[in-house]
């Protein structure tokens, strides 16, 4: 920083509001610290994907139409958006193939390149009705302009002989400059099926991951409500001094590897994705001590707080055992950011279809047929969030991202000061919004039992319904970020509206 700054506070909070986006000097000073550290021998550059596919040539651009919803993190109670990476996405294999076929796909619907199936037979009344409602392809033009409407120009490079009647076999080159001219004048549109069809395929595995890892908070509510209200109302006052005093601000804290480990993919030495995994790790388990003895003495700060002494005195109970399940809850969190930097969106989902419905399993084991009661809801999210970075692990070992593990390492201990810094806004962010929501719970519980039972119940039917527009939400920016990225505005527009206007 120059020493000549005339506001030196102004400018602090400044650097602090924009070190939480992806081009922050923070991020970037700490990325260049640590490749200041590495030796030549650890520097891996790799251009290839993480499925081992060749790199882009360099005369060939690489496809627009990115299909991947990024940029999501799943909490622990709610989703939260991250922010983009600093470099361009790295794509795989299948990846690549699914841009160039959603770019194959809008060229042949708009009667640029010829269809797919060049002799169809002649429909029927069903089969014309069906293709009226369903139908992606835009209204047909005469048939003089039919097919080829757009010229590309050979090149030098371009080639001599090309199987115009399949365009799968289309060079990627070739396919690339009728895109390009297709684009430029103004051709390629959308329909309303096509983005009701896009947004439908992008936003049903975000939905069912928001509502699995819900299901992890709200299943203790099922669990102990039938025991009574005093039961339910301390679950929900349990959930929320944890929210509050540990989940909003350790889920805030990992959003800087949101930054971190995709600056460090981004800039090929993908073994300090896994520097900044244990450099975070570690820094929220030193705060796990704090955290475990607030909750070991929860009871009697809450006898000063609520006014029923036994849901006071339950609450402290939740929170004292799930003190065994916080460190999981760190480094699943950590870890999240671990795989999503290197665009495996998949595995955070794998995870939780094992782990969701081995808690619901426990809780009924527990709660019920164990007979062990109110305590046993805690147990099960102690050992669920204990098993989850586990589960975690062993994806990264047996099927991907283990090539951005670099071993352990002493580095890890050192520099955590930008690193701090760099979390404060993400942290600041979280726990604001939870705090809106969750001061509910604390000023109902004023009133009595029975209305922060009622409470309890509210909270979980509005923040379940929640996850599921929120997931559409998140698909259909995705949907209209890329169409943007691709120039095609008019297109966006048509997105945009599918999904404001169900009626359109």
């Known amino acids: 920083m120059p020493s000549a700054t005339p506001n030196p506070p102004k400018k602090r909070g400044l650097d602090m509001a924009s070190s939480f986006r992806s081009a922050s000097p923070i991020a970037q000073g700490i990325l260049a610290s640590d490749l200041a550290e590495c030796s030549d021998d650890e520097a891996v550059e790799d251009a290839s994907d993480s499925n081992g596919s060749e790199p882009e040539s360099e005369t060939e651009s690489g496809p627009v139409l990115y299909t991947q919803p990024t940029g999501m993190a799943f909490g622990y109670r709610r989703p939260s958006l991250v922010i983009d990476p600093v470099n361009e996405p790295v794509l795989t294999r299948v990846e690549k193939r699914q841009s160039r076929d959603a770019e194959r796909s809008l060229l042949r619907d708009n009667h640029i390149i010829p269809p797919k199936h060049t002799s169809e037979p002649p429909p029927g009344i069903l089969s014309r009705l069906y293709k009226a409602m369903f139908s992606t392809r835009v209204r047909k033009l005469p048939e003089d302009e039919e097919v080829s409407r757009v010229a590309v120009q050979p090149s030098e490079t371009s080639p001599l002989l090309t199987n115009t009647a399949d365009p799968a076999n289309l060079h990627h080159d070739h396919l690339n400059e009728q895109w390009d001219a297709a684009v430029a004048s103004g051709m390629i549109e959308t329909t309303w099926q096509r983005e009701a069809k896009t947004i439908a395929t992008y936003s049903r595995s975000l939905i069912l991951t928001f509502l699995l890892q819900y299901s992890i908070n709200i299943t203790s509510i099922f669990a102990v409500g039938r025991i009574g209200k005093i039961e339910l109302g301390a679950v929900s006052l349990a959930t929320m001094t944890a929210n509050i005093c540990c989940y909003a601000p350790m889920q805030g804290l990992a959003t800087s590897l949101d930054t971190l480990c995709a600056q460090a993919y981004g800039s090929g030495h993908k073994h300090l994705v896994g520097l900044q995994l244990q450099r975070m790790v570690y820094f929220l388990w030193s705060l796990v001590i704090p955290v475990g003895v607030l909750f070991f003495f929860a009871e009697d700060i809450l006898l000063h707080i609520v ?37 495996l969106f998949i595995a955070t989902t794998y995870v939780l279809l094992i782990a969701a419905p081995l808690n619901i399993f426990m809780n009924w084991l527990l709660v019920w047929h164990f007979e062990l009661g109110f305590v046993g809801a805690p147990i099960s999210v102690a050992i669920t969030q204990t098993l989850m970075p586990l589960l975690l692990l062993s994806y990264v070992l047996f099927v991907d991202g283990s090539q951005c593990w670099g071993g352990f390492t002493r580095r890890a201990l050192n520099n955590w000061g930008p690193m701090v810094w760099l979390a404060l806004p993400g942290m600041v962010m979280v726990m604001a919004e939870w705090l809106a929501f969750e001061i509910l719970t604390l000023a109902t519980s004023q009133f009595g039992t029975s209305y922060l039972a009622a409470q309890s119940i509210l909270i979980t039917l509005t923040s379940t319904t929640f996850n599921i527009p929120f997931p559409v939400s998140i698909a259909a920016s995705t949907r209209v970020a890329n169409l943007i990225g691709a120039r095609l505005v008019n297109a966006a527009k048509t997105s945009a509206k599918v999904v404001s206007n169900p009626e359109y």
Not at 308 to 337: H, M, N, T, W
């Open 307 to 343: 006014p029923d002494p036994r849901s006071a005195q339950l609450a402290g109970l939740y929170l004292r055992v799930i003190i065994a399940g916080v460190p999981g809850f760190v480094a699943f969190e950590s870890g999240k950011r671990f795989v999503l930097s290197q665009g």
